[in-house]
């Protein structure tokens, strides 16, 4: 075992001597050490509820003959760092949260890790780690948010807080009505409603046979949930015994199935960043344009707050992911779980409950899958859209310019009423390098569709968006404004021409323009240039590669 670097021997009676002083006894040192890395918050939503899971998992351990050791890892809650300072933070806590837990698992020889995880970079973090240890791990992901209520109507985070705020704006909805919203919207623990960044990669995890079968979708509050978390610690000492490693899962077929669920889900265009960076650390080249290969190929089926009404409970009763599977198992590849099924296996076991919420083939919601990755002048290395969440009427769409150089400056124009019908709003110099951190553009897309404005106005970044965005947002624009990219070139006014279906993004200036104009460019530099994001920025990469750290 990895741990008898720390236990046997002669010279390692010092550490047998501290090991005995955290009060385990002296036969459980013939036994498998697993840590239980876990993400536990008291502010993070989707992770109040790990207190529980914590035991379960624990009894799990045990029960198969290992010894558990708990250690703390960091997490960020998206929707709480959003729209200020602390949303530079976010996505550069990926790395944070990756290097923590190689440092732990290395430090301490550990022979297998159950990863507690749920929310939106802690779950890609804990992949990433995974991945570059290649250690025995299982990943438990701690289950979607329940509805909020409103009478008979049910609420979600995104569309009735931070939609309903510039409905609010506009004279729509009352004070009371807005206070009782953001009351009941979120009614207790487990990651937010919808098919947001968060469940996206819940669902992702296990259909790269990295958590147990129905883990994804069983719901936080549930007693299912904690059976996962108790077999899930079981399984782990399995795992050690058998030798059977992250990188015996997560193969190039894995991801590609992973990519094909993500796209007929219709899930968040953060997944792009985080499968990619997952990937890397497992050694395998993932390039961008195969999102839009597989997009092709796999049509829409899902339909999943914000791109509809249903949410993350309507999935999880009409069959979860295991009925995903099954819809796509003329497509996908059949490649070993964790489970010790194939995914074959697993979709042939399968039951698909409701036919709405997952949809057949003939009846999809769209042809083609969630993510859309498009190309241009405007991004040379490719941009993204979460094309499930656009009307049809917005696919195509010529607009003109209205550019900002920060958030905050494009917030005060989209709430003072300044953007109108034909407007391209462009964010720029928030990409990974030059945020630094790269935020999410959640506040002013819910913003223009609380307006009313979503199908009458297009926006494009070099940030990114949440999985909760919906309309024609196309976001990762690479190269970005930091690193001279064309969309720091845009003027005012200039034309851009967005077409989804042919995948192309443009900026209507002749070429001879914008050479003059890169001549006379001064580049913007980083809004923060101390302590953790300094250093980040240096050694991000474009967000067409993952917005990995070199």
Not at 27 to 42: E, G, M, Q, R, Y
Not at 70 to 80: E, K, N, Q, Y
Not at 203 to 218: I, R, Y
Not at 341 to 352: G, P, V
């Amino acid at each position: 075992m990895r741990s008898d670097r720390i236990k046997k021997g002669i010279e390692r009676v010092p550490h047998r001597a501290l090991l005995y002083a955290t009060g385990i006894r002296k036969k459980s040192l013939s036994k498998p050490f697993i840590l239980v890395a876990t993400s536990f918050s008291d502010i993070i939503p989707g992770h109040i509820g790990m207190r529980d899971l914590e035991r379960f998992i624990e009894r799990g351990v045990c029960s198969a003959g290992g010894v558990p050791f708990f250690s703390g890892i960091p997490g960020i809650c998206d929707g709480i760092a959003m729209g200020h300072l602390g949303m530079h933070y976010s996505l550069p806590s990926r790395e944070l949260i990756a290097d923590s837990l190689e440092s732990v698992v290395q430090a301490h020889a550990f022979d297998g890790v159950v990863c507690l995880t749920n929310c939106d970079k802690i779950t890609p973090g804990m992949l990433m780690a995974a991945a570059r240890l290649n250690v025995p791990t299982i990943i438990v992901t701690a289950g979607p948010m329940l509805s909020g209520k409103m009478g008979s109507r049910k609420l979600a985070f995104v569309h009735d807080t931070f939609e309903a705020l510039a409905r609010a704006k506009k004279g729509e909805i009352s004070k009371d009505e807005l206070s009782c919203l953001e009351q009941e919207a979120c009614p207790g623990a487990g990651s937010c409603q919808g098919l947001y960044t968060a469940n996206t990669m819940s669902c992702v995890t296990e259909s790269l046979g990295m958590s147990l079968t129905g883990c994804a979708t069983s719901l936080s509050v549930l007693a299912k949930k904690k059976r996962i978390a108790e077999e899930s610690g079981e399984k782990i000492v399995e795992l050690v015994r058998k030798n059977i490693k992250p990188r015996d899962i997560m193969i190039k077929d894995a991801f590609e199935n992973a990519i094909m669920v993500d796209m007929a889900l219709g899930g968040s265009t953060n997944t792009v960043l985080h499968i990619k960076a997952i990937a890397h650390e497992a050694g395998i080249d993932l390039p961008l344009k195969t999102f839009d290969r597989l997009s092709k190929k796999v049509p829409n089926i899902s339909c999943i707050e914000p791109a509809g009404l249903h949410m993350m409970e309507d999935l999880e009763y009409a069959g979860g992911i295991p009925a995903v599977l099954k819809r796509l198992k003329n497509k996908i590849h059949n490649v070993p779980t964790l489970n010790g099924k194939t995914t074959k296996q697993i979709a042939d076991e399968a039951r698909i409950i409701d036919d709405d919420v997952i949809r057949t083939e003939k009846k999809a919601y769209r042809k083609e899958g969630g993510i859309a990755v498009l190309y241009g002048n405007i991004a040379p290395d490719g941009a993204v859209v979460k094309q499930s969440a656009v009307s049809l009427k917005m696919m195509k769409f010529t607009g003109r310019a209205r550019t900002y150089n920060s958030e905050e400056a494009a917030m005060k124009d989209i709430l003072g009423r300044k953007i109108k019908k034909g407007d391209c709003v462009v964010i720029r110099y928030e990409g990974p390098k030059g945020g630094p951190g790269m935020r999410e553009m959640l506040a002013p897309t819910s913003a223009i569709v609380g307006l009313g404005l979503e199908d009458d106005v297009a926006l494009i970044t070099d940030g990114r968006f949440s999985g909760g965005t919906k309309g024609p947002c196309i976001g990762h624009i690479s190269p970005e404004a930091a690193a001279g990219g064309v969309i720091a070139l845009i003027e005012d006014g200039d034309k851009i021409q967005i077409d989804i279906t042919k995948r192309k993004l443009t900026l209507c200036v002749d070429a001879e323009e914008l050479k003059k104009r890169k001549r006379k460019l001064k580049i913007i530099k980083p809004k923060i240039t101390t302590g953790y994001l300094a250093r980040y920025a240096k050694l991000v990469t474009s967000a067409s590669t993952g917005a990995i750290v070199k």
